[in-house]
């Protein structure tokens, strides 16, 4: 919601690339006050995002299946059965997962309910036990473009969407309902999910005279 700190930039009209230096965000996360302390982040570009969003994706899918291998290969032996696998998907390592078949505890074999299993995902690394890959926020937090738009909507802009308020509810009681309508989410989406040059996403001369790209 911020990347309009790329419009303009070195005399361009272009929207959606990556802001300048005047655009930077510092922080002071440990609130000490501390110049060599505090975290300097560039605005990054908005461009392509959907091709990222579809790779995480992907390795989600590669390391939820390994999940569910190791599941069934512990659950198919006899008790006391440990099986464990790297988490490797699209060449990146992502640690190690174990299952072992239990006696008490732990959940239900998926093909056997007379056979428990507990997994063990202390040696994952890289991201978080559900095994979804997040590519999105700089500490890797949010899987979907569109969920990084609702929250940052909200976060930055104070508006709501009615996907994440509902119909008709004014959830942050600033007395406005229906602040951004299905629609208005897609928009933004479909842009941001979009590779595209700047010719695209350029204002037109006559645009840019009356300040639009500002």
């Known amino acids: 919601m911020d ?5 303009g930039v070195g005399g361009s009209a272009g929207c959606g690339g990556a802001g300048g230096a005047s655009g930077n965000v510092h922080r002071d996360p440990e609130h000490s006050g501390i110049l060599r302390h505090f975290i300097e982040r560039n605005t990054p570009h908005l461009f392509g995002g959907g091709a990222v969003q579809r790779l995480a994706e992907e390795m989600t899918v ?9 599941v069934n290969a512990a659950c198919s ?5 440990v ?3 790297n988490l490797t998907a699209k060449g990146v390592n992502f640690g190690v997962i174990t299952v072992r078949q239990v006696r008490r505890g732990g959940s239900s ?8 299993f507990a997994v063990d995902l202390s040696g994952v690394r890289g991201v978080d036990t559900d095994l979804i890959v997040k590519p999105f926020q700089w500490k890797g937090s949010v899987a979907f473009i569109r969920d990084f738009n609702r929250d940052a909507a909200h976060n930055e802009l104070g508006m709501q ?3 994440l308020a509902g119909d008709g509810v004014d959830g942050d009681f600033d007395g406005a309902v229906d602040e951004l309508s299905i629609g208005d989410q897609t928009a933004p989406h479909q842009y941001f999910t979009q590779p595209h040059d700047e010719y695209l996403c350029r204002v037109p001369a006559s645009a840019q005279s009356r300040g639009w790209h500002r």
């Not at 390391?63 to 569910?68: H, M, V, Y």
């Not at 032996?77 to 059965?81: I, K, L, N, V």
């Not at 074999?109 to 428990?116: E, I, K, Q, W, Y």
């Open 3 to 7: 990347g309009s700190g790329g419009c």
């Open 62 to 70: 590669t390391l939820q299946g390994i999940r569910t291998s190791v």
């Open 77 to 81: 032996g006899p008790s006391d059965t």
């Open 83 to 85: 099986r464990t696998a």
């Open 109 to 116: 074999c998926p093909n056997s309910p007379f056979h428990r």
């Open 161 to 163: 969407a009615v996907e």
